[in-house]
């Protein structure tokens, strides 16, 4: 309930490493951004420090992004900021990560053409254990309307 939201604007560090799991899909990879500023006395654009962080999805996200991303590419990266302490060989360290909710190319730097994929049958169906009156109403209002030919003007 209080998770950190956050929206990233950079690159892919990366490949995207993708195995299938379980529960579905699952992929990560590392993610740069780096931010620029105005330096006023050489009137010149200055990198700042690239901060990294390894970027989680799951199930459809997971199997999108491993066909649709590669090392370089401009992204945008939306979801839960997830920060981590281990130890590893006597020193402490801070991983930061973020579980995607979202990830799309930054067409501020680029085009990129979408192709949606076809939602498999179970992601349409109600469990109806879990159905309340007026889930079922809603549900039953969205399908109709999903399935009502557009209107043509």
């Given at each position: 309930?209080?998770?950190?939201l956050v929206?990233?604007v950079?690159?892919?560090?990366?490949a995207?490493e993708?195995r299938?799991t379980?529960?579905g899909?699952?992929?990560?990879?590392?993610?740069?951004?780096?931010?620029?500023r105005?330096?006023?006395?050489k009137?010149?654009w200055?990198?700042?420090?690239?901060?990294?962080?390894?970027v989680?999805?799951?199930r459809?996200l997971?199997a999108h992004?491993?066909?649709?991303v590669s090392?370089g590419?401009?992204l945008?990266?939306h979801?839960?900021?997830?920060?981590?302490e281990?130890?590893?060989?006597?020193?402490?360290?801070?991983f930061?990560?973020?579980?995607a909710?979202?990830?799309?190319?930054?067409?501020s730097?680029?085009?990129?053409?979408?192709?949606?994929?076809a939602?498999?049958?179970?992601?349409l169906?109600?469990?109806?254990?879990?159905?309340?009156?007026?889930?079922?109403?809603?549900?039953?209002k969205?399908?109709?309307?999903?399935?009502a030919?557009a209107?043509?003007?």
């Open positions: 309930m209080n998770e950190t929206t990233l950079g690159n892919a560090a990366t995207v993708f299938e379980a529960t899909g699952m992929a990560r990879f590392r993610f740069a951004v780096t931010p620029r105005w330096d006023r006395e009137q010149l200055a990198d700042g420090r690239t901060s990294f962080y390894t989680w999805s799951w459809a997971a992004l491993a066909a649709s090392v590419e401009p945008l990266v979801g839960r900021l997830k920060v981590r281990e130890e590893q060989a006597g020193q402490r360290r801070t930061v990560d973020v579980e909710i979202a990830v799309g190319h930054d067409l730097r680029g085009t990129t053409a979408f192709r949606r994929t939602r498999p049958e179970s992601d169906t109600v469990r109806p254990e879990r159905v309340t009156e007026g889930d079922a109403k809603g549900a039953s969205q399908l109709e309307h999903a399935a030919p209107a043509v003007s």
